[in-house]
């Protein structure tokens, strides 16, 4: 691939909006778009979100798009070890969000047990995502530090998350730079994805996502590891 290929190829695989709200509307358009092939192709569809502030209008936008939600599988690329109630717990941003009218209809799996820790859920939760299959759609979001999913720098398991001989599904993390403990896939599972999204807004987060691209230090911008991979190559949605 020519250098100007590459450079073309990455700006494909840029997508700026004008505002967060073009980008909510383009990206629940694509996503389902995506789902619906899948259903059509294969009879069932797999999409697994990243919780945090970022999504919500998005998850709110694609609850109203019209497909057979009752054959897609969702789930999540982390969520924090708390009750299903609790304020920053994913399960309950995605249920309240997505999981609405007729996406209600969809099959949610959720990462987080009764357990005390993590730690002792590894095991149910791989059962729980055993028969997941490649993904469909594999939607990131990014933390200001770099981090995806629960893959945190400076946490201690990092590299085992990192690690793409692993067959690990989850990994339990203990974060250093960010509250709850947490259950996330790993970057192997991840990387099991057809469709491979990274969803980050403001000028922050663009800085750090183009320093993690220069820099391909995963240890210090887990990001970069994303950026990396090829198959399937990660497209960026974008917007200030
Ligand atoms: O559980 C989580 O926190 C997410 O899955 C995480 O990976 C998130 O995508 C980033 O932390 C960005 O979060 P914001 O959208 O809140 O910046």
């Known amino acids: 691939m020519s250098d100007r290929d590459s450079c073309n190829a990455l700006a494909d695989r840029f997508r700026s909006f004008s505002s967060r709200d073009r980008l909510d509307e383009d990206l629940a358009a694509d996503v389902a778009r995506i789902l619906r092939s899948a259903l059509e192709q294969r009879g069932k569809a797999s999409l697994v979100l990243s919780g945090g502030s970022t999504p919500k209008g998005f998850f709110g936008t694609l609850a109203k798009e019209d ?22 717990s994913n399960d309950r941003l995605v ?12 099959q949610f799996v959720s990462l987080v047990t009764q357990d005390e820790h993590p730690r002792d859920a590894v095991s149910e939760i791989s059962k729980r995502l055993a028969d997941l299959g490649t993904i469909d759609v594999m939607i990131l979001g990014m933390g200001g530090d770099g981090h995806f999913a629960s893959l945190f720098p400076g946490a201690e398991n990092l590299s085992a998350g990192l690690d793409l001989s692993s067959s690990d599904t989850v990994i339990a993390v203990d974060p250093i730079t960010a509250p709850h403990a ?8 991840i990387l099991d994805s057809r469709h491979l999204i990274v ?28 950026l990396a991979s ?8 974008w917007a200030p």
């Open 67 to 88: 497909l057979d939600w009752s054959r897609v599988t969702v789930t999540l690329a982390d969520d924090r070890w708390v009750r299903a109630d609790h304020r920053d």
């Open 95 to 106: 249920r309240e969000n997505l999981l609405q009218g007729a996406a209600g209809d969809a």
């Open 182 to 189: 947490r259950m996330s896939m790993t970057l192997a599972r």
């Open 199 to 226: 969803h980050i807004v403001g000028e922050e987060k663009r800085a750090v996502l183009e320093r993690a691209r220069l820099e391909k230090d995963a240890a210090t911008l887990p990001i970069a590891a994303v």
């Open 230 to 237: 090829e198959a399937p190559a990660a497209t960026v949605y």
